[in-house]
């Protein structure tokens, strides 16, 4: 009683959370391949992909690839347990956490976020920290500062002449294609004669 109270006077007042904080899940839609993996990894099925297939024309000396093209992507707020698994597996970093929690709605259906809402929540990621000075430098800066030599080419390997003694190549045949011996009498064959 006679302590302060310590009723946070919201939303006057916002808190101050921290910047991991589990809020919403933002999309980064550049870097969405379309994998699927989220949506296959989720406990909750509440996230919804659609695509389809486009093929970049050939460049010269080269071949037309095919790539998915992300037509929805949405995440139903309503469903979602906030677990981060969707997060984590993510092989390509489109989708982060963000702090922001005021997207509280009358309708429940309005809790569909979809990929445009998603990528809104994207200005609110926070800034990762920066990097600990004294710790190691990426492998990718080491690998740049000493590039690998080029390769040089191996030559062909040739066929030695016939009767050079050597085997050129050893074939793998599947069992049962190898010729069969003919029976010998003593191994029980049809010749064999059964002493009395
Ligand atoms: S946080 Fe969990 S429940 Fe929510 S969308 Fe991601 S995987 Fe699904
Ligand atoms: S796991 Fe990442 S890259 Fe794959 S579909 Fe989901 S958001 Fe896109």
New binding site residues.
Partial sequence: MLNRADTRQYPEVRPDLPARSRGVIA?VEE?????????RECPDWC?Y?DSHKETTPAPEGGRARAHNV?DR?AIDFSLCMYCGI?IE????D??FWTPEFEYADYDIRDLLHEKDKLAEWAQTIPIPPPHDPAAAPPKELAAAANPRPARQAVPAKTAPAAGSGHTAVRAIRPPGSLPRKPAQPEDGGPGAVEES
């Fill in positions: 999309l870097n969405c391949t379309v994998c699927m993996l989220c949506a996230i992909i992300l992507f969707c597996v993510c092989p390509f489109a989708l």
